[in-house]
């Protein structure tokens, strides 16, 4: 009789056990997905930039014909250890940005691209950063 008690309960045990790691590898699979592949693909670095007038309007047509406007950039931009990238965008807004703006700029250095752009302001620069932006500009 103890025997089969032994027996019984080892059988369970050996359920919770791998009831247990069923749940924890079911746990961890949206996990590894999301740091080997959402986060290459679709996280970015921070770089910030200034943006004056410099920029390069290109008439592109679309399939019914009507023209669009897209205005490129191409800028010297600093992450917040001060290290520059020359980086190429877009205003993916129908017209230019607006002159004499700082830029932050989210990079997606697996992909080589810019993943969006957003207007800040000159405090919410970092000092490094900000240093580096005027040194670039007087050069």
Known sequence: MISFLRIMEDYF????LLSGLSIIIVLLIPILIYQLWYVPNYTGDDYYTYIGKSY????????????LPTYYYNQDSFNRNGT?????FDSAIG???KPNNYIKIS???????VLSW????????????????INNATN
């Open 13 to 16: 045990m050996s359920k919770k």
């Open 56 to 67: 390069k309007e290109v008439i592109e047509k679309d399939d019914s014909g009507n023209e």
């Open 84 to 88: 520059k990238k020359l980086l190429k």
């Open 95 to 97: 017209r230019p940005i």
């Open 107 to 113: 990079y997606n250095d697996h992909r080589k691209r």
């Open 118 to 133: 957003e207007k800040v302001k000159k405090n919410q620069v970092p000092r490094k950063t900000l240093d580096r932006l």
